[in-house]
């Protein structure tokens, strides 16, 4: 009888084990792909700080690829035993400064901004990405689709005037077939203006999809694009 007990405790034991392990295999649903409009970052009391490679081009920055899940919530920090090592996407750090730079103060190269985004929302999708793949999927996202272009070819441009959100969303998903979600933030005059865009991403990190559910927004029916002038040394600010 306790041999008989004890198989049963063994067996519900495997059962659970094979539970946790099939639901971490599959730790997310979908991803945001966020890009940022670097015109907007700057232009807020804050102010920004250029990276010591210089003033990024005028175009929409990466921000970040995160895994969400469906409900609108989110994983996080998934695996403090895998660090982030700057010497694994040694090959991609061109590209890296290019097209996902810091504007964060003080001035940086980049790596703790890196760091971050790799050690909060990176180690979430390890059952799919590693490191090197995770920040390589994120570039290669950002050459399907070029945001600025969409908005440009729609009249929309980088001119501090005011375009309405159905217009920025439209022009976005003529472009992609997708409806973008679209986040704001305010200038020192309390404008809303046009900070990110989130496409949505399926688990793979291959397709672009239609969001199963959007970020919230702070946007207003109309937003302000603002334009990505050089800052004066005295409009660098350290922090």
């Known amino acids: 009888m306790k041999t008989h007990s004890s198989l049963c405790?063994?067996?519900?034991?495997?059962?659970?084990?094979?539970?946790l392990v099939s639901s971490s295999a599959?730790?997310?649903?979908?991803?945001?792909f966020v890009q940022q409009w670097p015109g907007s970052y700057?232009?807020?009391?804050?102010?920004?700080?250029?990276?010591?490679?210089?003033?990024?081009d005028a175009d929409f920055g990466i921000h970040g690829l995160w895994p969400n899940y469906?409900?609108?919530?989110?994983?996080?920090?998934?695996?403090?035993?895998?660090?982030?090592?700057s010497r694994k996407i040694k090959d991609l750090m061109p590209q890296m400064k290019e097209n996902w730079p810091t504007l964060a103060c003080p001035r940086g190269d980049g790596l703790k901004f890196w760091a971050h985004e790799w050690d909060k929302h990176g180690t979430c999708s390890e059952s799919v990405l590693d490191q090197h793949s995770y920040f390589e999927?994120?570039?290669?996202?950002?050459?399907?689709?070029?945001?600025?272009?969409?908005l440009l070819n729609a009249g929309i441009e980088p001119d501090g005037r005011f375009y309405s959100l159905t217009s920025i969303k439209n022009a976005i998903k003529l472009a992609t077939g997708i409806t973008p979600g679209i986040e704001c933030n305010r200038d020192e005059s309390g404008n809303t203006q046009l900070l990110e865009i989130y496409l949505c991403v399926d688990s793979s990190g291959q397709e672009i999809i239609e969001c199963p559910v959007y970020p919230r927004s702070r946007c207003t029916s109309r937003v302000e694009f603002p334009s990505f002038e050089d800052l004066s040394a005295g409009d660098v600010t350290e922090m």
């Open 9 to 19: 405790f063994l067996l519900l034991a495997l059962h659970l084990l094979i539970v």
């Open 26 to 32: 599959k730790d997310f649903d979908f991803f945001y």
């Open 42 to 56: 700057c232009d807020t009391k804050r102010s920004c700080c250029y990276p010591v490679t210089g003033k990024p």
């Open 70 to 85: 469906n409900d609108g919530s989110y994983p996080s920090n998934c695996d403090p035993d895998s660090p982030f090592d």
């Open 137 to 150: 999927t994120a570039l290669n996202l950002q050459k399907k689709v070029n945001i600025l272009t969409a």
